[in-house]
């Protein structure tokens, strides 16, 4: 399984976007990437603000969310782990 981080800072998930980061992780997790709540919702974010939306509901096709919040992660370097 491959672990993503989000590449810009990062900070607690709020209590109201619990559920949506649980579905973004759970979709990643099909795509066979693991990624900590604080990456995902951070990273969803930055997607969001890119949309120009606060917030953008967490879509049912598993490629749609990877591709969407791709460009805002990065692989963690094997040193790291």
């Known amino acids: 399984m ?3 981080v989000y ?3 990062r900070g607690p998930v709020p209590e109201n976007r619990m ?3 649980r579905k973004i992780r759970q979709a990643l997790s099909m795509r066979d990437c693991a990624i900590a709540p604080e990456d995902a919702h951070a990273a969803w974010s ?3 603000a890119s ?3 606060p917030w ?3 879509p049912e096709d598993t490629y749609e ?14 040193a790291s782990r």
Do not use: Q
């Not at 969310?65 to 094997?78: G, Y």
């Open 56 to 58: 953008v509901r967490v």
């Open 51 to 53: 949309a120009g939306w």
């Open 19 to 21: 559920e949506f980061v």
């Open 46 to 48: 930055a997607y969001s």
């Open 7 to 9: 590449t810009g800072p």
């Open 65 to 78: 969310v990877l591709s969407r919040i791709r460009p805002h992660l990065r692989p963690e370097p094997a």
């Open 2 to 4: 491959k672990l993503l």
